[in-house]
Structures are given as structure tokens and as C-alpha cells.
């Protein structure tokens, strides 16, 4: 059984994850790394390479634009920022997990 | 001591030892494997790399200076397994319901499809294959029977050569991803990018090895080039060979089943000639099956060993039948065998010559003028067989074949007028080629100071080099007048001196001494 639910809890953030991005993102524009250390510690992903293709299919999704930025330390970095579509489907993101949230609450808090 | 090689990671520079090389290079090719399309594929290995680097940089520090397989482990547990990366992360936007994982890779193969199968599940696999409905290729196959049935014997030809899809593997990979331009550009271009990759590293080593690893790496780059090239090689040619035997089997069915096409520019044969009875007639009636089948055999084999090379290297099948290989050379030995066997019995018949002549006098006082004409002519030898100068002609009802008699004038010297008539023909024996000539049927007739000449010689439904010639014998001084109608009918008559002549039809002529003729005003 615990397979299952390794799935179940790969399944779960593989949902967050893309909402988690976006959030990450709407806060501040920044590159891939910032991203990782913020995901990682609230330990929501569990291999880097994860997020890469994540980042490229939001931005070809137009969701997200970035900016090459110069670097102290090796070479120039991609900075990401959401765009407006983007602004508009977090918000969207937002209700729709507020609305979960609510509806397992609910459902688990029922008493029998 | 340790190989290194000098890689470029998005502008940053790290030597790394061989294996180190090896196992992230293998790394991202099987990343870029599992993505599908080519933008998302270049730009998502460019972030890759880029964090990559990033983490060589960190664990290397300034204190180290070669990459090693330990941090290209470390970077492969930080960054998660290609399976883990893509899976995890993929849910694909295109991709409808339905649709085959993305995750089968591109590489597509040609299997026999069991699950939907009429008879072996080719048209279902070929289906699979180009994306299709297997409708079609089932319509086709069966429009294709009209084409004197090959495609029955290509569809038995492709259930033998393409393997059937048995395992849940084989079924995704027969299900893959369409093959159609896109898709295979972005094969080969994988292939290029590579080969492109492999171009950006620089090889470096101390001293003397220096130059031998730049050597080998220089060889392996451009090996990866030729493998490219000889994959896209490999389906033109395949492409030459499926066609070229397609194209002549389809004409040697058309030959063996049903009439004779051109076979060489020298051989023109009327409409209902078909090889069967070209057959019957050159050789022993009772062996023509023996010979159509062996010759079937010996030229079909090579044929379907074609095609069948052609589909391996289009679908790049990799499949070897030894066993079978080995019997279907043995039917073609054995059938070569046989077909030299039956064309030197065949040969055998045409040993012997034998000429039979017959002298009749003509009731023709030399005085009068000779006239010669052809017998009205109602036979219609539509049907013919002609190579180079050798004609055939066969009579409307088959029962006999004909020719055309030679006709020749010559100078009787001091006899009375007399026409002899030469047969020929070959046979096995002498005594044969006697009977085959004996069985000619020549027929004239005289009346009227006038010699009526049937312009075909006929014969029995068995070609045995059969030649009829006529030869007029006339005193000095004849007059011969020559009917028009014999230029349509016989070859050029002949004269005594050899002269051939187109002239002589539709004028009179005086037999000289030298045997010549010449103009009668």
C-alpha cells in the first residue's frame, strides 16, 4: 500500500505545484533558483528538474515572461514575472483553492 | 590517469572527467528524450543546464577542478531521475484524452497489430503506424488484387516479415507517436543535436594523449554524422527497393497470368499471346507448369527477397530468419536448377536439321508470259509473335501456326519451267526433323499460264524452326510478271545471283542468262 501513497501525494503536488509557481512568482519576479528554495522549504517538491518544464509551459501558455539578467556570479539568469493573463488565472487559482479547501474541510469536519 | 573533457554548460566551462561526461550526457539525452516538442525540449535542457552548472560551481567551490561521476550523481538525486522530472511534471496541454502517452519516446515501430486484425493485422499495424484508419489499407490491398493479385502476395510478404506486436511494450511502441513529417524532422534533428552537443565539447588531456583524444573525438563526432546520414540512407534506398520490386513484380504477374507485355523493345507480340502459350509452342506441352512455376521461383524469389530488404530498411524491422532464409535460397537453387534443366531438354528438340524437296514441273510453254499471284488470302494472322527477323503467326482458331514463305527466281538453264519447293525444320532426332518437315502444309496451284501461291506455310501448334522457300525456275528469256499483291505478302523475293529485290512485285520481268532479272517493256 504504500506505493498508493507515494502516488496519492505525487498526484496531490503535482496539482499545487503549478499554483505554487505562479504564487511564488506574482510576489516578486525571479529566476529559477529563488523558486526551488522557496518551494523547497516548504517542501512541496521533491526533485528540482521538476519545475523547469513547469516554468516552460506557463510561459509558453503565456502565463508567465522573463528577462535575462546579468549575474555576479556566472552567467546571466532568467527572471521570471507573471503577465496579465497570468495575474488573472492565479486569481482564479486562488478561489479555486480556497474553494477546495473549503469543500475538504467541510467534509472532513462533518460529525457522523 | 584521467581523460578529461572540457564542456560548455550555457556559457559556463567545467572539465570533466570521461565517465562524469558520459553519464550527464546520457542524462539530458534521455530528458530531451521523453519531451515531445522541440521548443519546449531546447529551451527546458537550457534550464536544466543552466542549474546544472550552477550546482557543479557550488560543489566544486574554487577548491576542485574536474567534475566527477559523484557530482553528476548528486546532480541527478537534486534534479530528480528524467522519469521523475517529466512524469511529475507534465501534465501536457495538447495532448487529448486518448491519445498516447508522450512518454513512449519517439521512436515508432512497425508491428503487426493482434487486437485489430482481419487476417494477420497488417493494414491494423500499418494503421497504427501512419496514424490511419486501417480502412484504408485494407481498401487499398483489396483494390490491389485487381493488379494481377500482388498485393496478396505482398500482404503474405509483410505478415511474414513484420513481427507482431506480443508484448504490452511493443504495443506502445507500435501505438507511439504518429509518424508523420514533424515527428520524424524532430527524430533526425535529435539526432543532430546530438551530434551538434557533441561538437561543442572540446577534448583537453595532458601532453601526448592530447592530440590521440582529440583524434578519437574527432572520429566518434563524425561517426555520429555518417550514422545520421546512413539512417536517412537507409530509407531512400528501402524506398528504391520496395518500389523497383513492386514495379516489376507487378509486370512479371501481368506476364505470367495474363499477356505479354513488352519484355525488350526487340520483341513485339500481338494481344493473345500470353507466356503460357509462347510456351506451349517453343517447348513440350506437358512440362509448361513445371517451367512456369521454376521460372516463378527464380525470378520471384530475388523479387520478394527485394521487398522484403526494402520494408526492413524503411521500417528499420530487425528481425533475422536464418532457418527460414536458408530453405527459401534451397526453393531458389532448386528452382534455378530445374529451369536449366527443362531449357536444355527444350534445346535438345532444335538439335537436328533435315530439309525435304519436292520438284514439279509447270505446264508452262517458255514462250508465254508466266504470271504469279497469291491465292485469295482469307486467313487473318492477327495473332503474331516477332523477335528481330523471326516471325511467328498463330491462325485465328489456334489450331496452326504459319509463316511466311521465302520466294525465289532463278534460271532453269535448258530444263522446262519447274518450281521446287524446300521444307525445313529441327527436331531431336534427324528422323524427327524429317517428320516436322513433312508436316508442312504448302499449297499452289497452276492454271492458265499462271502460278498461284498461298503466301503462309502452316504447321502443327509446335514451333520446330519451320521455313518453307519457293523457287521458280524459268528458262532464258521468260517473261515473268509479278503480282502487286506478293510485296504485301512475302519476304523479298530472291534471285539467282542473290540480289534481293522489294522491286520486283506489281512488274514484269525477262529471266536472263546470268539469271538476273531485269525490266520486260
Known amino acids: 500500500m504504500g506505493i498508493k501513497i507515494e502516488n496519492a501525494q505525487a498526484q496531490m503536488r503535482k496539482g499545487v505545484l503549478e499554483y505554487c509557481i505562479l504564487s511564488i512568482i506574482s510576489r516578486n519576479s525571479c529566476y529559477a533558483s529563488d523558486i526551488l528554495k522557496e518551494l523547497k522549504e516548504a517542501r512541496i517538491i521533491v526533485v528540482e528538474g521538476t519545475l523547469y518544464p513547469i516554468l516552460t509551459r506557463q510561459k509558453n501558455a503565456g502565463l508567465l515572461s522573463y528577462r535575462w539578467e546579468e549575474s555576479t556570479q556566472g552567467p546571466p539568469r532568467k527572471y521570471y514575472e507573471l503577465t496579465k493573463t497570468g495575474q488573472e488565472y492565479l486569481r482564479e487559482l486562488d478561489k479555486a483553492w480556497k474553494d477546495l479547501i473549503d469543500a475538504v474541510e467541510k467534509i472532513r469536519n462533518k460529525k457522523k | 590517469m584521467k581523460k578529461t573533457i572540457k564542456t560548455s554548460l550555457q556559457g559556463s566551462v567545467f572539465f570533466m572527467d570521461d565517465d562524469a561526461f558520459n553519464e550527464l550526457s546520457r542524462y539530458l539525452e534521455e530528458i530531451g528524450n521523453r519531451l515531445a516538442s522541440q521548443e519546449e525540449r531546447d529551451e527546458i535542457i ?7 552548472a550552477e550546482i557543479f560551481s557550488d560543489r566544486l567551490g574554487g577548491k576542485r577542478e574536474v567534475v566527477t561521476r559523484g557530482d553528476v550523481t548528486a546532480v541527478i ?31 515508432k515501430r512497425l508491428f503487426r497489430d493482434p487486437d485489430n486484425a482481419v487476417l494477420g493485422g497488417v493494414c491494423g499495424g500499418l494503421g497504427a503506424y501512419f496514424n490511419i484508419d486501417p480502412v484504408w489499407f485494407r481498401v487499398a490491398f483489396i483494390v490491389l488484387t485487381f493488379l494481377y493479385g500482388s498485393s496478396i502476395l505482398i500482404y503474405l510478404l509483410m505478415w511474414l516479415i513484420i513481427p507482431e506486436a506480443k508484448t504490452a511494450a511493443q504495443r506502445l511502441e507500435m501505438a507511439g507517436q504518429p509518424v508523420n513529417l514533424s515527428n520524424i524532422s524532430k527524430n533526425i534533428s535529435q539526432e543532430f543535436h546530438k551530434v551538434k552537443n557533441n561538437l561543442k565539447t572540446i577534448p583537453e588531456s595532458d601532453g601526448y594523449r592530447r592530440s590521440r583524444n582529440a583524434l578519437q573525438e574527432f572520429v566518434r563526432v563524425i561517426g555520429e554524422i555518417l550514422l545520421v546520414g ?34 525488350t523493345p526487340h520483341i513485339h507480340v500481338a494481344s493473345f499471346f500470353n507466356l503460357q502459350d509462347a510456351l506451349a509452342i517453343f517447348t513440350r506441352p506437358e512440362n509448361v507448369p513445371y517451367i512456369l512455376g521454376s521460372l516463378a521461383l527464380t525470378v520471384g524469389i530475388p523479387l520478394l527477397a527485394l521487398i522484403y530488404a526494402g520494408v526492413k530498411l524503411i521500417f528499420n524491422i530487425r528481425t533475422r530468419n536464418r532457418i527460414a532464409g536458408a530453405i527459401v535460397f534451397v526453393i531458389w537453387l532448386i528452382s534455378v536448377v530445374s529451369l536449366t534443366f527443362f531449357i536444355i531438354d527444350t534445346a535438345s528438340n532444335y538439335s537436328k536439321s533435315a530439309r525435304i524437296n519436292e520438284i514439279t514441273p509447270l505446264n508452262i510453254s517458255p514462250a508465254d508470259t508466266l504470271f504469279i499471284k497469291c491465292t485469295p488470302d482469307k486467313r ?11 516471325h511467328l503467326f498463330r491462325s485465328p482458331g489456334n489450331n496452326e501456326l504459319a509463316g511466311r514463305p521465302y520466294f525465289k527466281i532463278v534460271n532453269a538453264g535448258h530444263h522446262n519451267p ?33 502460278l498461284y501461291i498461298d503466301p503462309w506455310y502452316t504447321y502443327s ?9 519457293y523457287t521458280l525456275r524459268v528458262p532464258e528469256g521468260t517473261v515473268i510478271c509479278v503480282d502487286e499483291e506478293l510485296y504485301l505478302h512475302f519476304a523479298p523475293i530472291i534471285t539467282d545471283d542473290g540480289y534481293i529485290s522489294y522491286d520486283i512485285p506489281g512488274k514484269c520481268w525477262v529471266m536472263t542468262e546470268e539469271g538476273r532479272l531485269e525490266r520486260a517493256e
Open chain 2, 230 to 263: 546512413l539512417k536517412i540512407l537507409g530509407i531512400l534506398i528501402g524506398t528504391v527497393f520496395v518500389l523497383t520490386g513492386l514495379i516489376i513484380l507487378i509486370a512479371l504477374m501481368g506476364t505470367f497470368f495474363f499477356h505479354f507485355a513488352y519484355l
Open chain 2, 418 to 450: 519447274e518450281l521446287e519447293i524446300y521444307r525445313k525444320a529441327l527436331g531431336a532426332t534427324r528422323r524427327d526433323a524429317i517428320e516436322h518437315a513433312e508436316d508442312i502444309v504448302t499449297t499452289w496451284k497452276t492454271g492458265n499460264n499462271t
Open chain 2, 380 to 390: 487473318s494472322m492477327n495473332d503474331f509473335f516477332k523477335i528481330d527477323d523471326f
Open chain 2, 77 to 107: 538525486s537534486l534534479l530528480g531521475r528524467p522519469e521523475d522530472i517529466i512524469d511529475a511534471g507534465s501534465e501536457e496541454p495538447s495532448s487529448a484524452p486518448g491519445t498516447p502517452p508522450a512518454g513512449t519516446g519517439p521512436h
Open chain 2, 46 to 52: 537550457q534550464d536544466i543546464e543552466t542549474r546544472i
Open chain 2, 461 to 469: 501448334q509446335h514451333w520446330f524452326g519451320q521455313t518453307v522457300d
